[in-house]
């Protein structure tokens, strides 16, 4: 399934430095999501956006910053990262929010590895 | 609190079958979610239950009792490739999911 493509695959960055994680769903859906996913724990929901609008913030740290310029394209911009943030970050899609419809299935991408040295 | 429990990791050998037991604790109850993970790669949609028993699905069932906060994967006819580890998600009365840590599963010869 390549409907949901994640850039870069794989990251390394300094402590200092800014960059950016860029998905894209071709699946014409209009939820997408943001997970951290860290070794032997829970996937972590990030941030939620819906017909492009942000509908979820879970207490992310502000060094972490979305944007969802439209329905297809969602990005996540870095900044003065920690070593803790190291982790692999996943983008999702569904065609709905999960909640309107609660079948809906969330198709993931194949993420992006962060290491932050 | 909201809480999903699953085995760190299980060991199975290939052609056999093996069951991958998931317990939740969630605020209100709209579905458990059975998702496959392959290593570095994205997780992928197996299964999705809200009603109480066993739904197949090829080789593979997932099973649901809502009055134990249960569920399991079962999967038969191993094969090497069904290494990966399974993720159990439960959705909450808000349609928030719950994810547990995964199962990561073995597959030996």
């Known amino acids: 399934e390549t409907g949901v493509t994640q850039t870069p695959r794989h990251l390394v960055m300094g402590m200092t430095n800014k960059k950016s994680l860029k998905c894209e769903q071709h699946l014409g859906h209009n939820a997408m999501y943001w997970y951290k996913q860290s070794a032997k724990k829970p996937l972590e929901l990030m941030f939620v956006y819906n017909f492009k609008e942000q509908t979820e913030n879970n207490s992310v740290p502000s060094r972490f910053s979305p944007e969802c310029p439209n329905s297809s394209h969602l990005f996540l911009h870095l900044h003065t990262l920690q070593p803790e943030d190291s982790a692999l970050y996943l983008c999702?899609?569904?065609?709905?929010?999960?909640?309107?419809?609660?079948?809906?299935?969330?198709?993931f991408g194949p993420g992006t590895r962060l290491t932050v040295l | 609190g909201q809480n999903i429990d699953q085995p760190t990791e299980m060991t199975a050998t290939e052609g056999a079958i093996v069951q991958i037991n998931c317990t939740y604790q969630t605020s209100g109850f709209n579905g458990l979610f059975w998702y496959q993970q392959h290593a570095g790669e994205a997780p992928t949609f197996l299964s999705y239950?809200?009603l109480d028993g066993l739904e197949e699905k090829g080789r593979f069932s997932s099973f649901l009792s809502r009055s134990k906060g249960y569920s399991y994967l079962l999967l038969k006819e191993l094969q090497m490739k069904d290494s990966a580890s399974y993720l159990c998600?439960?959705?909450?009365?808000?349609?928030?999911?719950?994810w547990g840590a995964g199962t990561k599963l073995i597959i030996k010869p």
């Open positions: 998600a439960g959705m909450d009365s808000n349609y928030q999911l719950i």
């Open positions: 999702a899609s569904s065609q709905d929010e999960v909640g309107q419809r609660p079948t809906d299935t969330q198709y």
């Open positions: 239950n809200v």
